[in-house]
């Protein structure tokens, strides 16, 4: 895709022009993350407040009503609903995998059937999460399968 | 119009042959054609279970002819086995854990299959009868769980090259 990066005339707002021959799901999730602008999060920790940024989060989990990005290290405490976070970053590569967690699919490393249906899934950062079968047709569609 | 059933007649991710596909949740009249395709395929897979253990019971002990009544008792306790394997929905996440799932599962499953043998007269209701039919119901889960793990191996290869060829120069 060509990129052209113009400078306005004075005088002239800005402007994003797209010009595409379909609106495709790739063109529309760039609208949507144009339309967001740059999404970061607040995450809690025990005595600090960090700006998360949403591609560095491995996945959300919820516990006992609280919400939770794991990044490679650290555990951080979310203030939102598991739900608003699969709303607001379905158009990344955020994608539900249990009625529990929300993984960022970019950071799987890989996945391997287990007993009943369920996929153990290894992250980049070599910790593991399960996946349930009704979710995996969720991710084949993610990755265009 | 909504697109509701799609008939088929190959499964892409195993090769065997299948009745329906389901390509969306809801159908028509708010069918869940989700769970009309689960039960769909629970009652294939289990009545094939159930037909690969007569042919072998058969097999053994040297019964050449086959009761034409035996062919509808098998569909018919293939078609109560796949409703109770819809009611514990074993492959989905549930309120229960997966291994009391599986264990009442089965449990449900021996309890049917042994009401099935009395009913159509398959065994005689004592201890070796009754252990019989146990085995036989577990030869069935595990030939469903063989079944199902080859199809699973499948997937994880596919969605594996898919993930590697998409973000494996990533770092994290």
């Keep these: 895709m060509k990129i052209t990066i113009e400078a306005p005339k004075a005088g002239e707002e800005e402007e994003i022009v797209i010009r595409c021959k379909s609106l495709d799901d790739e063109i529309m999730?760039?609208?949507?993350?144009?339309?967001?602008?740059?999404?970061?999060?607040?995450?809690?920790?025990?005595?600090?407040?960090?700006?998360?940024?949403?591609?560095?989060?491995?996945?959300?989990?919820?516990?006992?009503n609280r919400v939770y990005a794991y990044t490679g290290q650290e555990v951080y405490e979310v203030r939102k609903k598991l739900?608003?976070?699969?709303?607001?970053?379905?158009?990344?590569?955020?994608?539900?995998?249990?009625k529990s967690a929300i993984v960022n699919v970019a950071k799987i490393a890989y996945l391997k059937p287990i007993f009943n249906g369920r996929f153990e899934t290894t992250l980049k950062n070599g910790e593991k999460i399960i996946i349930s079968r009704q979710y995996i047709i969720n991710l084949k569609r993610k990755l265009g399968i | 119009m909504t697109q509701a059933f799609v008939f088929l007649v190959s499964h892409k991710e195993t090769g065997f042959v299948l009745l329906v596909k389901c390509p969306q949740e809801n159908g028509p009249g708010g069918v869940n054609l989700k769970r009309l395709y689960d039960f769909i395929k629970w009652f294939l897979y289990i009545t094939t279970g159930i037909l690969f253990i007569c042919a072998l019971n058969m097999a053994i002990q040297?019964?050449?002819d086959i009761p034409a009544a035996?062919?509808?008792?098998?569909l018919l306790s293939g078609l109560l086995t796949a409703a109770v394997t819809a009611f514990f929905h074993p492959e989905e996440e549930g309120r229960l854990p997966a291994v009391l799932?599986?264990?009442?599962?089965?449990?449900?499953?021996?309890?049917?299959?042994l009401l099935c043998g009395r009913w159509f007269g398959w065994l005689k209701f004592d201890l070796p009868g009754i252990v019989m039919m146990v085995l036989s119901v577990a030869?069935?889960?595990?030939?469903?769980?063989?079944?199902?793990?080859i199809i699973d191996v499948r997937q994880a290869e596919q969605i594996n090259r898919k993930l590697q060829e998409r973000y494996g120069d990533e770092a994290h």
């Design chain 2, 139 to 149: 030869g069935v889960y595990l030939l469903s769980f063989l079944a199902y793990y």
């Design chain 1, 29 to 64: 999730n760039l609208i949507q993350a144009l339309r967001k602008g740059r999404d970061v999060l607040a995450g809690y920790a025990e005595d600090r407040i960090v700006k998360l940024e949403p591609k560095d989060i491995f996945y959300f989990e919820s516990v006992d």
């Design chain 2, 62 to 64: 040297g019964d050449a």
């Design chain 1, 83 to 98: 739900y608003e976070i699969e709303e607001a970053y379905s158009y990344m590569d955020f994608l539900r995998i249990s």
């Design chain 2, 101 to 113: 799932n599986i264990f009442l599962h089965f449990l449900a499953l021996c309890g049917v299959m």
């Design chain 2, 70 to 74: 035996t062919l509808w008792q098998i």
